[in-house]
């Protein structure tokens, strides 16, 4: 028995955790959280990269979200009297936070971004260019464009730019408002590992439905459901499958895009597993 690819997939979440630390120290700050949270997610026991994640949440003042990660690192180390010195210092900056909101560092350049869009946008308010304010005004949120194509080859670089997926067949296709990630891989944590790249790459602009056949396994199909007011979880679960405690299925295979089981947006397309 060729035990190759399981000595790969014990790897992973070393690989994930070290190329995280690399990109970290060349202030490659979303790099950096991309990788150690896929660190964390192939194995939640990686005290390490926990308590990395929070040292670079704690350094952009993002104390909230650094709290949160030096308390898991304090669940697997509990006498780590370290971390527990940095929850302790993140829970009181967090709790000062409300008083005195400051922006991350790595934020700063959006800031930067957002006063060139502020100065045309003043402007317009003086009267230099009043119809496209109005434009710009009614672009809101859920409305605007998303480009699937360009969503599209980024989930193919980053799948391609895998180490661990080298060598599978995959294909990334646009239907219906969203992406679906087709083929084979070896196992599960294969899937989860396709899921959580492709997740990443569209930032939860767009719905991923990844559609991969574990060697061995039939494949599970899936379709999509689009949100109509007065719609919740439970109420698609119902009309879906005829049990309510089914929503805990469709929340599962949403997670990239719901952020909340109580908060579903009209309009907004969901996975249903079948």
Known sequence: MDVTPLRRIRALPQHYYNEGLDAAVEGRVDIAIERLSTAVTLDGSHCAAHKALGDIYSEGSAYTEAANQYAKALQLEPENDTLRQLKHEADMRA???AVDRRVPRFTQPILRRTLLVA????????????????????????????????LAAEVERRLA???????????????EGSLRVSGEVPTDVYRSLVSEVASNAVLNQIPVVVELRVAGK???????????????LTSIAVAQYGDSRMWTTIYAANQGTITSSDRLSVGQVVVIPK
């Open 95 to 97: 709790n000062s936070e």
């Open 119 to 150: 100065v045309p946008l003043a402007a317009f308010l003086l009267g230099v260019a009043v119809e496209p304010l109005v434009n710009v005004l009614a672009r809101r949120d859920g409305e605007m464009p998303v480009d699937s194509g360009r």
């Open 161 to 175: 730019s895998e180490p661990a997926l080298n060598g599978l067949s995959l294909s990334i296709a646009q239907a």
């Open 218 to 232: 039939p494949t599970t199909p899936a379709s999509l459901y689009t949100v109509r007011r007065g719609d919740s």
